[in-house]
């Protein structure tokens, strides 16, 4: 894998997506290009019905892309999800780091988020010790072998990102 690629991990509800958005707005500040792979074991659509693009996915197209002078969108029908390395290598070329949402099980090195109110267990350093976790962000005082980010400093975790991952 040629990209730079970190995961915030954590159980639902814990706030992974609050604290990713408020870190994708201090990494842009400083000029990164980014992407994002937010990672749903449900099923989720984008595509909604009367809009053009869902009426042609609905006939039948396998692949379907919407593009504006502005963005793009695919929907890709497909019988499994493709492996992150998979993805990484044909969405991600074009940008300076990738942060991931979710994807707790991967090889990718991984931010765990912590809210103690939600659990005092962490997922990486449990019942499993997982070697790809760089970092945990939480609310409380942790002792642990990886370093303790303030989980509401989200410019203290974009600053670790930057010297850990872009310098």
Known sequence: MTQKVVSFVAKSGTGKTTLLEKVIVHLKERGYRLG???HDAHR???DHPGK???RLTAAGADTMLISSPEK?????KHAESPPIEELLATYFNDVDIVLTEGFKKSSM???EINRQERSATLLC???EHDPT???VA???KLELDVPVLDLNDAKGVADFIEERFLK
């Open 72 to 76: 793009l969108a695919m929907v890709k």
């Open 125 to 127: 350093r449990g019942e």
């Open 36 to 38: 994002v792979v937010k």
């Open 133 to 135: 976790l760089v970092a």
């Open 44 to 46: 989720f659509d984008i």
């Open 109 to 111: 090195p991984k931010i």
């Open 52 to 54: 053009d693009s869902y």
């Open 138 to 140: 939480s609310d409380a």
